[in-house]
């Protein structure tokens, strides 16, 4: 497992509301669809993931369906990055985003960096500084890939998303 984690979610950021063909519709795209809908933003998650060697964990309640991996590979991922699971949904039990998160970093121990990607802002404190939110309406954009470029360095330069902490 890579040591570098993008955890995404897909509505608001690589999935966003579309006009039908006619302009008469504005709906999101589903997993029974088959993928997400926005090219572009999977186009910048990809550039993102490749220039800086990061893994995806689903966090999209579209992990809930059998089919969440194949969806994003079908909107346009390339090849060679690697989407190695998805975080626990913890909403039964009153469990936030942020929790969802914190135990999967708790359960692999070999994550050293992490980034959030994400329109909702559900982190918890300590996981503000690796969030980038989205915008509904746009979604993962170039802008917001700088974002978790500069979360990446600024990690790289103190060894890791734990400082004080040891990991690997």
Not at 6 to 20: E, H, P, T
């Amino acid at each position: 497992m890579n040591s570098r984690v993008l955890f995404l979610d897909y509505d608001g950021v690589v999935n966003i509301s579309m006009w039908n063909e006619r302009g008469t519709k504005r709906s999101f795209g589903y997993p029974e669809d088959g993928k997400v809908n926005h090219f572009q933003a999977v186009q910048w998650v990809s550039e993102f993931c490749e220039r800086c060697h990061y893994d995806i964990v689903v966090t999209s309640t579209w992990r809930k369906y059998g089919n969440y991996k194949e969806c994003l590979i079908s909107g346009g991922l390339r090849k060679g990055i690697e989407i190695l699971g998805k975080t626990e949904d913890l909403s039964a039990v009153g469990g936030k985003r942020g929790d969802e998160i914190k135990l999967y970093l708790d359960t692999h121990p070999e994550i050293k960096y992490y980034i959030i990607a994400d329109d909702i802002d559900e982190v918890l404190p300590e996981q503000r500084e690796h969030f980038v939110q989205t915008q509904i309406e746009y979604g993962f954009c170039e802008k917001e890939m700088n974002l978790c470029i500069d979360i990446y360095m600024k990690d790289k330069g103190r060894g890791g998303s734990f400082p004080g902490k040891e990991k690997l």
